[in-house]
């Protein structure tokens, strides 16, 4: 969604009006633009994006691996899946890994027969 910032009167009559839309350098005619009244239905949401400064120790809830991570600017740490972050920083995540001799591996209950996702943490 642009806002309007000049509005042009056309110099003759059988002109129409033109529009100066923020951040662009033409000039737009009224068939050239959609009018949104009110708030738009589907509007663009900005997504806030985090820069991950530490990887804090790894974290299994729900027999799934998350990672506890401290982020740039933010004081508080967050839960983040094991699976994204071998996305979005691999390198990070295996130098982590292999530095606090993380491995992990599944504990099966002999009783229930149940399987337990588990980690051995060498950095405990």
């Known amino acids: 969604m642009y806002e309007i910032i000049r509005v ?10 033109e529009y ?17 009244v ?7 949401m900005r997504v806030e994006k985090f820069v991950i400064s530490k990887l804090i ?13 401290k ?16 996305k979005d920083v691999p390198k990070m995540l295996s130098q982590f890994e292999k530095k606090n001799d993380i491995n992990f591996y599944d504990s099966r209950n002999t009783k229930t027969n149940e399987i337990t996702r588990r980690y051995y943490y060498g950095g405990d």
């Not at 009110?38 to 663009?44: D, R």
């Not at 982020?71 to 071998?86: A, F």
Request: no cysteine; hydrophobic share 25%; proline share 8%.
């Open 71 to 86: 982020s740039k600017n933010h004081k508080e740490t967050t839960l983040e899946p094991r699976q994204n972050l071998l």
């Open 8 to 17: 042009y009167k056309p110099k003759k009559s059988y002109s129409v009006y």
């Open 57 to 69: 120790k790894p974290v299994i809830q729900n027999n799934k691996v998350y990672y506890e991570v």
């Open 38 to 44: 009110g708030e738009p239905q589907n509007k663009i």
């Open 20 to 36: 100066k839309v923020e951040g662009f350098p033409d000039r737009f005619k009224e068939e050239e633009l959609l009018k949104v």
